[in-house]
């Protein structure tokens, strides 16, 4: 076999080795050793953990036992103890490939993390069935980062592996995407760049297709609100208490009260209420998660604020006090148009083997529907003058996202590799022409 077809090969193997080892956001410590190895055996110059994370801009953090725990484990199955060393408390990756004195022409971000979530052990689960399901209780790659970080390791493998590149590509391997907590603490590193492209796999797109311009990427704030009561007997002096379930149950009805915009879309949602220990105490505790989205970040703010007020509002009718804290956020985005179709036009392009067009379907515009804090990134770019683009390459799921017998085709990845590599030759070549 070729250098290519070794990496061809090794797309499913590493994709099903990261699924094994599915680690939630911020504690990806294996994943982030085990990818920054592979860099390195490439020949390449991964930058690890506390190297490339602004430690001060991490949210919704896992408490520091958590994070000893998760970096314990990861020691436990192989990790590289000097890379471990490397990476301190913070997980991710940064690699630059291409000669080092050339700028940097193209950002890339795969997302590392996997969901708090405990995978389908079902013989029809073809992880399961393949004896590759997560072996970490309660922690799950059911949104494909695993094949996003696959994709990552192979167009790294496939672009050192070719004619060297005339300007740099960075590959940002984020942590914590769930949640919207990570792509902030590794913004530092996009600076400056003048293109950057994410990719997402599925999201209802069919293996054989692609999309290379998602809009409509809705700006989402993720909060926790702990609502303090007092504890007293439920019979004897219910007077006493200050019922903290109460308060908390009355919030969420009435965040879902909220009114609806009339000039574009907008979602709350609470997913998490926990509150009380025992039937006869009046619940001195509850704890409530949710989330606001809407297409635009102001009006994102304004149900945010709203949302805020309802929070206290419930707390004060119940005579509680009630702690809000943002443990995620990420703003509205969409691609530039003129850069979508620049990469649509390469796509299509490209053929088989049996020279056949590679992919079946490419379309430049999709609306989104979601939230990805890769719009951290592409604001920044933005701003800055450059151009971003959020991709779908499709893949024909067995169950939707999110769900604990997720799972994707990985027939899809070896075409979508091809489309990123073409992506960074053509961006880092001298003819990649500086308007698109
Ligand atoms: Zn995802």
């Known amino acids: 076999m070729n250098a290519r077809d070794d990496i061809r090969a090794a797309l499913p193997r590493w994709r099903q080795e990261l699924h094994a080892h599915a680690e939630e956001g911020w504690t990806e410590f294996w994943t982030t050793a085990r990818v920054a190895a592979i860099l390195h055996d490439r020949g390449l110059a991964?930058?690890?953990?506390?190297?490339?994370?602004?430690?001060?801009?991490r949210m919704g953090l896992p408490s520091a036992q958590r994070l000893a725990a998760a970096r314990?484990?990861?020691?436990?199955?192989?990790?590289?103890?000097?890379?471990?060393?490397?990476?301190?408390?913070?997980t991710g990756v940064v690699v630059d490939v291409g000669p080092r004195e050339t700028p940097v022409a193209l950002a890339l971000r795969f997302d590392l993390d996997a969901l708090p979530l405990t995978e389908?052990?079902?013989?029809?689960?073809?992880?399961?069935?393949?004896?590759?399901?997560?072996?970490?209780?309660?922690?799950?790659?059911?949104?494909?980062?695993?094949?996003?970080?696959?994709?990552?390791?192979?167009?790294?493998?496939?672009?050192?592996?070719?004619?060297e590149l005339r300007q740099r590509v960075r590959l940002l391997f984020q942590p914590a995407e769930e949640g919207v907590r990570g792509a902030a603490a590794m913004l530092?590193?996009?600076?400056?760049?003048?293109?950057?492209?994410?990719?997402?796999?599925?999201?209802?797109?069919?293996?054989?297709?692609?999309a290379t311009g998602a809009a409509g990427l809705m700006a989402s704030t993720k909060f926790d609100a702990v609502f303090g009561g007092r504890a007293a007997h439920a019979a004897k002096a219910p007077q006493q208490g200050r019922d903290a379930l109460k308060g908390a149950a009355t919030a969420l009805l009435g965040l879902h009260e909220l009114p609806r915009y009339g000039d574009g879309e907008s979602r709350i949602h609470v997913g998490e209420l926990r509150g009380g220990g025992a039937r006869n105490v009046v619940a001195d505790r509850a704890v409530l998660r949710g989330e606001t989205r809407a297409v635009t970040c102001e009006m994102s703010d304004d149900l945010f604020a709203r949302a805020r007020d309802v929070l206290e509002?419930?707390?004060?009718?119940?005579?509680?006090?009630?702690?809000?804290?943002?443990?995620?956020?990420?703003?509205?985005?969409?691609?530039?148009?003129?850069?979508?179709?620049?990469?649509?036009?390469?796509?299509?392009?490209?053929?088989?083997?049996?020279?056949?067009?590679?992919?079946?379907?490419?379309?430049?515009?999709?609306?989104?529907?979601a939230s990805d804090d890769a719009a951290v990134?592409?604001?920044?770019?933005?701003?800055?003058?450059g151009m971003a683009a959020y991709a779908i390459l499709g893949s024909s799921l067995k169950a939707g996202h999110h769900a604990p017998n997720f799972d994707l085709d990985e027939a899809c990845l070896w075409p979508g590799l091809l489309w990123l590599e073409a992506v960074c030759r053509t961006l880092t070549s001298d003819e990649g022409d500086t308007t698109v």
């Open 188 to 210: 530092e590193q996009m600076r400056g760049i003048p293109r950057f492209l994410a990719v997402h796999i599925g999201l209802g797109l069919p293996t054989g297709t692609l």
């Open 120 to 163: 389908s052990h079902a013989p029809e689960h073809a992880p399961a069935a393949g004896g590759y399901a997560s072996r970490h209780a309660g922690q799950c790659h059911a949104c494909g980062h695993d094949a996003h970080t696959a994709l990552g390791l192979g167009l790294a493998s496939l672009l050192q592996t070719g004619p």
């Open 313 to 369: 509002g419930a707390a004060a009718m119940y005579g509680l006090d009630c702690r809000i804290s943002v443990v995620g956020q990420a703003p509205a985005a969409a691609s530039d148009a003129a850069f979508a179709a620049r990469l649509a036009t390469l796509a299509r392009s490209l053929r088989t083997e049996q020279d056949r067009p590679l992919f079946a379907q490419v379309q430049e515009r999709i609306d989104m529907g």
């Open 46 to 57: 991964p930058r690890v953990g506390a190297e490339v994370i602004n430690r001060t801009a």
């Open 377 to 385: 990134f592409m604001r920044a770019v933005q701003a800055e003058g």
């Open 72 to 90: 314990r484990r990861a020691r436990s199955e192989g990790a590289d103890e000097a890379l471990l060393h490397r990476m301190g408390d913070c």
